[in-house]
């Protein structure tokens, strides 16, 4: 639900839209964002498409995709 909306390419002119509307779905349902496998994949991937934001990866140590 919440994450289907961020999906589409990867690149670095495509990224940082995706990451915000992460962080939109996150603040409005954080429990369901973190639960959310298809969620955790799509952090995964921008995390290894390119350069990153503190605000990614701070997402994806939340969503648990970082150690």
Same mark, same amino acid.
């Given at each position: 639900m919440?994450g289907?909306?961020?999906r589409g390419g990867?690149?670095p =002119?495509? !990224?940082? $839209?995706? +990451?915000?509307?992460l962080?939109?779905?996150?603040?409005h /349902?954080?429990?369901? =964002?973190? !639960?959310? $496998?298809a +969620?955790?994949?799509l952090?995964?991937?921008?995390?290894? /498409?390119?350069?990153? =934001?503190?605000e990614?990866?701070g997402?994806?140590a939340?969503?648990?995709?970082?150690?």
């Amino acid at each position: 639900m919440w994450g289907s909306g961020a999906r589409g390419g990867t690149g670095p =002119t495509t !990224a940082y $839209p995706r +990451v915000r509307a992460l962080l939109a779905a996150e603040h409005h /349902a954080p429990e369901e =964002t973190h !639960a959310r $496998p298809a +969620v955790k994949s799509l952090v995964s991937g921008l995390l290894v /498409a390119g350069r990153t =934001t503190t605000e990614l990866r701070g997402l994806a140590a939340r969503v648990g995709v970082l150690a």
